[in-house]
C-alpha cells in the first residue's frame, strides 16, 4: 500500500481547470519532488493531500485513510505541513508555534519539552531562539521553526510547499544540506514543491514534472536529463545553466 495515493485527481476554480485528472503514488518512505512553473497545479496536489483542497473528481488516500472533510483531522495528525514562508503565527514565540498542535491535543507539557529539545538539535536553532517572534528571526531560522512544527507530532508524512524559496543562496544551500540529512535520518515519506530543478535533485531521487495541470514526466535526475519526453522537461534542463557559461 502506498503512503499517499492520489488517483485520477482533478480540480476547477472559478471555472478554470487548474489540475486536469491525475495519478501520484508515493510509497513508505518515499521522497518525491513536485516540479514546474507557477500555475501549473503542485501546490494544489499538495493540498489536497493534507484536506485543504477537495478534488472534484478522484480521490486521495493516506495510508489506509481517505482523505475527506470528516476524515480530515485525523489526516492532520498523520501529515507534517510546510506551507510556503513557514506560516508561523507572528503574535506566538517561536517555542509556542512549534508546540501549538501538541497544546490543542493536550499533550503533556513534560513529553513536549523533551521532543522540543529532540528537534531543536536536529535542525540546529538554540533554546533562546526558540523564546523569540518571527518577526525575530530571519529567514532561515523561520524556516527551521517551521520544519520542527512540521515534524512534532511524528509524522507518518511530510509535505513542503517551497520551504526554501525565499531565502538567500547562502543561507539556502546551508538548509538543502541540513533537510537532506534529517530526510536521510527520519527515513519518512516526503512530498516537496519546489521551482529549482537542483534542489529537487538534492533533496529527493524521484522528480514529477508538473505542467498544464498534470505530470507530464516522472523519473530520476538522471532519467529526465537522459530521455526527457515533454517539451517542458527540455525547457527545464536547458534553463540549468552551467557555472562556467555565467563565468563566460
Known sequence: MAAVHLEGVGKSFDGRVVLRPTTLAIPKGGRVALIGPS???KSTLLRMIIGLVVPDEGKVTVGDLRVTSASAREV?????WMPQDGGLFPHLTAEENVTLL???RGEPKERSSKRIDELAEMVRVSRE?????PRRLSGGERQRVALMRALFLDP???LLDEPLGALDPLVRARLQDDLREVFDRLG???VLVTHDLVE???LTPDIAVV???TIVQRGSMRELHDRPLHPFVKDLLAAQRPLAEAIA
Open 39 to 41: 500555475g501549473s497545479g
Open 76 to 80: 492532520r495528525a498523520r501529515v507534517g
Open 102 to 104: 501538541a497544546r490543542l
Open 129 to 133: 531562539l526558540l523564546l523569540r517572534h
Open 156 to 158: 507518518e508524512v511530510l
Open 188 to 190: 519518512k515519506t516526503v
Open 200 to 202: 529537487a535533485a538534492l
Open 211 to 213: 505542467f498544464g495541470g
